[in-house]
T-cell receptor
């Protein structure tokens, strides 16, 4: 079956702009999580959605938001981009949210 | 802050040797998972061990869990060049998120 698909793979944005990243989970998976990975902070949890409901949110400013659609696809949005938002953003899907997670290849965001 | 901390940060071994890395965590968990990441790509799930299990095997991988010490270890036997990657432990504490450690970078020399 198809894996987790993240689009786009690479993105370059300017400070102050906003960006939307997309994640299509594995068919049948209802939980989608987002993580930010940077060399300095490692893998940091952003948020988790299950059946269109956010069940948990990490310690990120309100500029980071997300949503999940009825088909389990998810998007995350970052507004007013800062240089420090440059990172690899990873999406993971799973059946319930507390079992093994399947990760996409990530979106590499560069803010200039 | 991260729940898990891996040790060592980096490991260099010869092909055919075993690689062992450790993970310590802070709070009670439901399960602990190990993932592999190749050079800035997505993470690949390796193995999940539940809090009531002490040891688990999967191919050349062996994971142990000591909940009294809040620690886990991952052993890769007979390493191959393809095992060169970063390895992360991740804990699940019933809050629908995985908390990752900083990772161990493993280099397997031919």
């Amino acid at each position: 079956k198809a894996g987790v698909t993240q689009t786009p793979r690479y993105l370059i944005k300017t400070r102050g702009q906003q960006v939307t990243l997309s994640c299509s989970p594995i068919s049948g998976h209802r939980s989608v999580s987002w993580y930010q990975q940077t060399p300095g902070q490692g893998l940091q949890f952003l948020f988790e959605y299950f059946s269109e409901t956010q069940r948990n949110k990490g310690n990120f400013p309100g500029r980071f938001s997300g949503r999940q659609f009825s088909n389990s696809r998810s998007e995350m949005n970052v507004s007013t981009l800062e240089l420090g938002d440059s990172a690899l953003y990873l999406c993971a899907s799973s059946f319930w949210g507390n079992t093994e997670a399947f990760f996409g290849q990530g979106t590499r965001l560069t803010v200039v | 802050s991260q729940q898990g901390e891996e040790d060592p940060q980096a490991l260099s071994i010869q092909e055919g040797e075993n690689a062992t890395m450790n993970c310590s965590y802070k709070t009670s968990i439901n399960n602990l998972q190990w993932y592999r990441q190749n050079s800035g790509r997505g993470l690949v799930h390796l193995i999940l061990i539940r809090s009531n299990e002490r040891e688990k095997h999967s191919g050349r991988l062996r994971v142990t869990l000591d909940t009294s010490k809040k620690s886990s270890s991952l052993l890769i036997t007979a390493s191959r060049a393809a095992d060169t990657a970063s390895y992360f432990c991740a804990t699940d504490a019933s809050d629908y998120k995985l908390s990752f450690g900083a990772g161990t970078t493993v280099t397997v020399r031919a």
